[in-house]
């Protein structure tokens, strides 16, 4: 439980560093909006998506809880499973593909669900690298901090915003990232509209 404690005290010094950055409008396309902003002390951006789904909250969360089918729809994702949930705290394996000659790449996340005031849920995205032997053949992620916000707007709408700073490992080619920042919110977000809405 003390871990769960800890977890939960740096997941809120996170929160309130993110809500500090000076986010810029990076591309609109498809419904889906896409801002990037500089981390101090790391050569990645972070990134944040925002869409509005045609759903009730339920619905959104039902496909954000399917940990192996989300897979399908979660940007470059080759494989992920559930380790592991105590109360409002899970842990998640994921897989990632990269294209050629970049590794792949795998990260354990720890997730903490809360509900917020509004009536919206946020999930808590945390890093725990050293929560499972690394893979051969992939690079484990060392870091990630980041959140989802489903915020219900009545009518059967939700507006779901995917904020992320990765620190992805080993060696990244500059233009892999640059894409990687814009494309992962982008099609995350058109996939995850697209399941929930059933198109």
């Avoid at 969360?61 to 380790?83: H, K, M, P, T």
């Avoid at 992620?141 to 009545?154: A, F, N, T």
Wanted: charged share 25%; hydrophobic share 40%; aromatic share 8%.
């Amino acid at each position: 439980m003390m871990r769960y404690s800890v977890l939960a005290m740096m997941l809120c010094a996170t929160a309130v560093q993110a809500a500090e950055r000076q986010w810029q409008l990076e591309r609109e396309e498809d419904g889906v909006s896409v801002y990037l902003a500089d981390v101090p002390g790391s050569k990645y951006k972070a990134y944040r998506g925002v869409v509005t789904i045609n759903a009730n909250l339920a619905a959104v969360q039902a496909a954000q809880e399917d940990v192996a089918g989300a897979c399908s729809w979660i940007f470059s994702c080759q494989q992920q499973r559930l380790l592991e949930t105590e109360g409002d705290v899970s842990e998640l394996y994921t897989r990632f593909d990269m294209p050629w000659p970049v590794k792949a790449r795998d990260s354990v996340i720890q997730v903490t669900t809360r509900t917020d005031a509004d009536g919206g849920v946020t999930r808590l995205l945390k890093a725990v690298p050293q929560r499972l032997p690394e893979e051969k053949g992939f690079v484990r992620v060392p870091r990630v901090d980041g959140e989802w916000h489903l915020k219900p707007l009545g009518q059967g709408r939700v507006e779901v915003t995917y904020e992320v700073h990765t620190e992805p490992g080993g060696s990244v080619p500059s233009w892999l990232a640059n894409s990687f920042v814009v494309d992962a919110p982008l099609q995350t977000l058109r996939g995850l509209r697209a399941k929930v809405e059933g198109r």
